[in-house]
Structure formats: structure tokens, C-alpha cells
């Protein structure tokens, strides 16, 4: 079972039903050797992403849960997301996006640690650790 930090049972009144449902996903299917984050602050202008994931062999996740349905996306484009809801035609930014910026940031505040960086070789200077980042539709 992973670990979510917060512990779920503290996350569960400000998750979205998407997030909980994404949540108790993580925590069943995740092997132990897994930690997952929910809601961290990332960077100086602090950014949150909805799901930050850590095992120490497969590196970084950050995933961003939306509560969309694939029929309700009516345009999208790198920076936004027209989206049908019930209140009608929304703009919204691109969850996509959100997650690249959010790891970005991390990755950049992460490279400054030595520790974490290759010293020689072909990726001198770059994080150690794979990472990625995602949207995850619920």
C-alpha cells in the first residue's frame, strides 16, 4: 500500500470526488515502497498539483485529477481547455499545462541540490532521478 502525505483520511473533505476516488487508487494499487503527495506547494510562487508521486527506482510523477468527461471537452490547445459544464461554456487553463509548469518548477528547485544532479557524462548537471507529469481524467 502507498503512502499518502497528508494521510487520506485528512485530505478527504477538500478532495474533489475525482481526487478521492484517484486517492484510494493510489494507496490499494501502489506497492509500499511508494509515497504520494496530495496538494504540495511547488516553486517560489507556490503552484499545487493535485498528485506528486515518488519510488525511489521509477523516479516522479505529477499528475493533475479533473472531474471532466471526454465528451464535455469541446476545444483544447496548449494553454487552455474549453470545457461544457453545467453552468455552461468555460475557458479553463490546460491541466496538461498546469502539471508540465508544476514539474518544472520542482525539477528546477530539485537540480540545485548536488546531490541529486549527474556530476560527469552525458546528462552532467541534470537531475538523477526520471520524472514526468500527466492529467489523469476521472
Not at 493533475?64 to 496548449?78: C, F, G, Q, T, Y
Request: hydrophobic share 35%; with cysteine.
Amino acid at each position: 500500500m502507498a503512502k499518502l502525505i497528508p494521510a487520506l483520511s485528512t485530505c478527504l473533505p477538500r478532495m474533489q470526488a475525482g481526487e478521492r476516488r484517484f486517492a484510494r487508487c493510489l494507496e490499494a494499487l501502489l506497492e509500499d515502497d511508494y509515497n504520494c503527495w496530495y496538494e504540495m506547494p511547488v516553486g517560489n510562487r507556490p503552484r499545487y498539483t493535485d498528485f506528486i508521486i515518488l519510488h525511489p527506482g521509477r523516479g516522479l510523477l505529477l499528475l493533475e485529477v479533473k472531474d471532466w468527461k471526454l465528451e464535455n471537452i469541446r476545444k483544447i490547445n496548449a494553454k487552455t481547455v474549453d470545457l461544457l459544464t453545467s453552468s455552461g461554456m468555460k475557458t479553463v487553463s490546460n491541466p496538461l499545462e498546469q502539471a508540465r509548469q508544476c514539474t518544472y518548477q520542482l525539477i528546477s528547485k530539485m537540480e540545485k541540490d548536488p546531490r541529486l544532479v549527474a556530476s560527469e557524462g552525458r546528462y552532467k548537471g541534470k537531475l538523477v532521478v526520471p520524472y514526468g507529469y500527466g492529467v489523469v481524467l476521472s
